[in-house]
């Protein structure tokens, strides 16, 4: 196989001009409330770039008139007019005045409207997010939607002031040039050609931008995963150091931002220099023109100077604009990526009203996360109110994937799912959602009181019922001893409480909405005895209002359990009280042998520490 790359097929202009409509419309929603306060730049632009015409004409025709002690001649498409030079002052302040106020509102009508962007667009992709159903959520990586939150939008945002830019700079441009072809259309036209033809010449670097401009923001995103790995694992990495692997690690995504960051700035920089100096070597060969061919009179030359050095000016905002635009639009289409595909995976919201939950059943449930490869396969049983179900099994086993078929987080490949002899995806999500709550294996809290933790956002929970919840999860009186009690500020990294504390917190967020459904991942796997015995005789007087499911490895923390049942190898192979599993269950036996054996030896071992 020849080392030599193919080169790529060069897309012709109509190629090229249909692929910028289509990118167009998939951005142009983003820019929906702006329509308005575009269409006031455009008048303003074309106002001030009139205006400023005129100020330009009115100063070369003063600068003669002092220069004669004459008065103030202004001939424009054969229209002669002569004024005093006070008058003339008068009339160049207002022009000048006009101008800026014009200026100063093109200006602020893009702040406006990126502003307002941003907001609509961290807004809907917040929106988008979480109403997104769970699988598109578990796939993405830590920081993904961070990065796209903060870096997509962002940049976003700004490119709405970019093309205010472009609009307003090529207008203006517009409007000078239209005033120049009036003094002096020989010299317009040459530069206009020529502008035209400068800026096909240079697409070809814009088109590099863009391209390294894509590779850039999606290197970007990575990079912010990979911070954001970095402060996550901030502890472990404390207790096993940052090796020379891990720092490599960190160091080589460094430098796949660095290649595409250096030529998306040399490029942006590099293109509206040259435009830069190209124009103005335009503009010389313009005015040479313009003096062979005669202007009419020196004024007017004049004029036609000022006007065509400002056109210049404009010319090249035109083009660093579009640089610039070329540079944010693979951030553009990243945000439009992360929001189509949150919006086309959306929460199935549920049709059917429910104030009860009777008992909930699986009948040949299956389901696996990639086609044709089942993770659970034949999940049958029925469970009834006032319950309290243990789950074990080892690792892999399928645990995780059935609580999140209990939870609907997920749906079943196959089989059904009912509560109530409905099915389960009928009940409408918010009634689910006040009947049914769980607690992580590794909860989380947020930057907030202990109440708010508790309460969660949930505005029928009162201060009663956050106290009340506090004390069933036997945590009231460790909240009582912290600083501000209820009042006092966690977080996901509070040193103020412990992880056995933490997790009570988040058992009382739980409890707070008096469920029917509970489901917890390792409940006690943070707490002392004492503790735990606790929590057990929380959950045993639960156990009468709400069907409780527990997830465990620990034999002890089964004890309250009616039944238990055994997952392995991704189905369920017993379900029966813990009595008769170990009569008759493999995988039960070894587990209670292996828990006998070291209840067995921890006396010992705790008498030969001394």
Not at 484 to 508: H, K, N
Request: aromatic share 6%; proline share 3%; net charge positive.
């Amino acid at each position: 196989m020849s080392g030599r790359r193919e080169s790529k097929p060069k897309k012709s202009a109509l190629t090229t001009l249909k692929a910028s409509i289509a990118a167009w419309r998939r951005v142009a929603p983003f820019f929906t409330r702006s329509r308005g306060k575009i269409v006031l730049i455009a008048v303003a632009s074309v106002a001030a770039g009139l205006f400023e015409a005129a100020l330009l004409t009115l100063i070369a025709a003063l600068a003669l008139a002092l220069a004669e002690s004459r008065d103030v001649q202004i001939g424009l498409i054969g229209f002669q007019m002569t004024l005093n030079i006070p008058t003339t002052l008068i009339v160049g302040i207002a022009l000048a005045v006009l101008r800026g106020a014009l200026q100063l509102w093109v200006a602020y009508l893009p702040a406006v409207m990126a502003g307002q962007a941003m907001v609509d667009l961290r807004t809907r992709l917040f929106d988008a997010f979480v109403g997104a159903a769970w699988p598109s959520k578990a796939a993405e990586r830590d920081g993904g939607f961070q990065s796209v939150m903060l870096n997509q939008v962002r940049a976003t945002s700004e490119t709405i002031i970019l093309i205010a830019g472009v609009i307003s700079s090529g207008l203006m441009f517009l409007s000078l040039l239209a005033s120049a072809v009036a003094m002096s259309p020989t010299a317009a036209a040459v530069i206009t050609i020529v502008s035209l033809a400068l800026f096909a010449v240079l697409r070809p670097l814009s088109r590099s931008l863009r391209r390294n401009s894509t590779v850039l923001s999606s290197e970007n995103i990575e990079y912010a995963k990979t911070t954001q790995e970095v402060a996550t694992l901030a502890e472990e990495t404390e207790v096993f150091g940052a090796t020379p692997a891990y720092r490599e690690r960190f160091y080589a995504q460094l430098r796949a931002v660095q290649q595409p960051f250096q030529k998306v700035r040399y490029l942006s920089g590099a293109v509206p220099a040259l435009y830069q100096s190209v124009a103005l070597l335009v503009l010389v060969i313009a005015l040479g023109v313009v003096a062979l061919l005669g202007a009419g009179s020196i004024a007017t030359l004049g004029a036609v100077v000022l006007i065509l050095i400002r056109a210049v000016t404009y010319g090249q905002r035109v083009q660093g604009a579009i640089t610039s635009v070329d540079e944010k639009l693979p951030f553009v289409h990243h945000l439009a990526d992360a929001i189509e595909r949150y919006e086309s995976q959306p929460q199935r919201p549920g049709h059917q009203s429910a104030d009860r939950i009777g008992d909930l059943t699986m009948s040949g449930v299956g389901f696996g996360y990639d086609r044709g490869v089942d993770v659970l396969h034949d999940i049958s049983f029925s469970v009834k109110m006032g319950e309290i179900v243990g789950i074990v099994g080892p690792s892999g086993a399928g645990k995780s994937t059935l609580v999140q078929l209990l939870l609907r987080l997920r749906e079943p490949t196959t089989g059904t799912y009912s509560v109530n002899g409905a099915a389960a995806g009928d009940i409408d999500r918010d009634d689910w959602r006040r009947m049914v709550t769980y607690v992580p294996q590794s909860p989380q809290l947020f930057y907030g009181t202990v109440r708010e933790n508790i309460r969660f956002f949930r505005d029928g929970i009162d201060d009663a019922a956050v106290e009340e919840a506090a004390r069933r999860a036997h945590i009231h009186e460790d909240i009582l001893r912290l600083p501000e009690g209820y009042d006092t500020i966690v977080g996901a990294r509070a040193s103020l409480v412990s992880g056995g504390q933490r997790q009570r917190i988040c058992l009382a967020r739980a409890l707070a909405a008096k469920p029917a459904v509970m489901i917890l991942d390792e409940p006690t796997s943070a707490l002392d005895v004492k503790s735990e015995e606790s929590v057990q005789s929380t959950l045993h007087d639960l156990g009468g209002d709400a069907v409780v499911f527990l997830v465990a490895h620990r034999l002890s923390t089964l004890a309250i359990c009616d039944r238990v049942m055994v997952v392995a190898d991704g189905t369920i192979a017993g379900f029966d009280t813990a009595e008769n599993l170990r009569r008759d269950n493999r995988y039960f036996q070894e587990v209670s042998e292996i828990s006998r054996r070291v209840t067995a030896h921890r006396p010992a071992h705790r008498s030969a520490l001394g």
